[in-house]
């Protein structure tokens, strides 16, 4: 280890400039357009899949970056662009993360390639782990894996819900039950590959902010996929469920299971997305708040407006200092033993609830229109306290590790 240093290196600063620029020429002029349609905008994928962004390598690289730092300014710039596009860019990533926390080796090699695909063929995946009635409570979750020993298949059946890509993806990563009396440990991760009979899309959500990515149902109705599509492998498995029981018995330990693996690992990079998304509308509001100009001066020179730029600054800040340091952890294989992950989750997507609304005030009657960008930032900012763990459910997590 180096000396410590916030500096981010050449590479980091050329990767972040290369991303702001896309960002601010790219995903900003469509934006409204594709909010307004509510649609994926394959158009911006494809663009993004031409120039490298949309691609196993730029997020693999940004994942294997050394300092931990690749992935949360990735995520920042992207969604200082506009969050909904950015979900539908990134969106892939939360399965091909599912693959590389449980998979082996080969499945890893096999799979992620194809959730992708390249620039002349944009491909998709969808990470299907909550349910209509297991959401927060992952433990009643109800979709059930069956191994068909003859056939060496398991079968699922069940409705996953809230599933960014879902139905439309090409390749789906969902999380089943493959043993009930175990709760949720007794879960694992399956590949459900391109045209499996038996997956479809159910309703298509309808939302309040990051409209331009697809949220839906996945309905899979005797879905049979082959044996090796269970990720980590049935032998893998069959030792941990054999664990699980033990210490069941023995009034045991938690063990970890599919889903929460895929969500650790993700949180400071949700927390990364909040950032670029307060950080977007405090910046509006700052612009705005020296060019407006009431009573004979900028609105800027007013206290009540000032002091609540300065308290925008200094809490986008905070919370990218936290999301850093989880990331940093994470990668340096440093125990969140204080729940560091959820902390940076939970901080930065409450700062960015509070300053993309606080925007809104200071943009005045502006800030409640259209014609402004910081109403649709303050929607898609309402997102971020509720996906991959409520806002509850972080405070729960870290008052947990807390009281150990």
Avoid at 111 to 132: I, N, R
Avoid at 262 to 273: D, H, I, L, N, Q
Wanted: net charge negative; hydrophobic share 45%; glycine share 10%.
């Amino acid at each position: 280890m180096g000396e410590f240093t916030l500096e981010l290196n050449d590479d980091q600063k050329q990767v972040r400039d290369w991303l702001h620029g896309f960002a601010a020429d790219v995903m900003r002029p469509a934006a409204a357009e594709w909010d307004e349609r509510e649609e994926t905008p394959w158009p911006i994928i494809q663009e993004a899949a031409k120039i490298g962004i949309y691609s196993l390598d730029f997020y693999a690289q940004q994942f294997f970056d050394p300092t931990g730092l690749g992935i949360p300014v990735a995520m920042e710039e992207l969604f200082w662009g506009d969050a909904g596009i950015a979900l539908s860019i990134v969106g892939t990533g939360l399965a091909a993360v599912g693959v590389l926390a449980n998979g082996t080796e080969e499945q890893i090699g096999t799979w992620v390639p194809q959730m992708y695909g390249d620039a002349t063929d944009v491909k998709l995946a969808a990470f299907c782990s909550s349910e209509p009635d297991a959401g927060s409570d992952v433990a009643s979750m109800r979709t059930r894996a069956v191994y068909d020993e003859a056939k060496d298949e398991w079968v699922l059946n069940g409705t996953k819900t809230w599933a960014t890509n879902g139905g439309i993806a090409n390749v789906h990563v969902v999380v089943a039950v493959v043993d009930a009396e175990l709760g949720s440990k007794g879960h694992a991760s399956f590949i459900v590959p391109p045209n499996t009979h038996g997956l479809s899309q159910g309703q298509k959500f309808q939302k309040h902010g990051i409209r331009a990515s697809h949220t839906a149902e996945v309905v899979l109705e005797d879905v049979r996929i082959p044996g090796h599509c269970l990720l980590g492998g049935k032998e893998k498995l069959d030792e941990r469920l054999a664990r699980a029981r033990e210490k069941a018995k023995a009034g045991g330990e938690r063990v970890k299971n599919a889903a929460m693996a895929t969500f650790e690992a993700s949180r400071p990079a949700v927390g990364a997305m909040a950032v670029g998304t307060a950080r977007a509308a405090y910046e509006v509001a700052l612009d705005y708040a020296k060019t407006r100009v009431q009573f004979g001066r900028p609105i800027i020179e007013n206290q009540g407006v000032a002091f609540q730029l300065a308290d925008m600054a200094t809490q986008i800040d905070a919370a990218r200092l936290l999301v850093w340091r989880a990331s940093w952890m994470a990668t340096a294989g440093k125990p969140f033993t204080a729940a560091e992950g959820s902390m940076s989750k939970l901080y930065a997507s409450e700062v960015a609830k509070q300053v993309t609304a606080q925007a809104i005030q200071i943009l005045g009657g502006n800030g409640y229109t259209r014609e402004y960008p910081v109403e649709r930032m303050h929607r898609d900012a309402a997102i971020y306290t509720i996906f991959e763990g409520t806002s509850e459910i972080q405070r729960m997590v870290i008052s947990r590790a807390l009281a150990k």
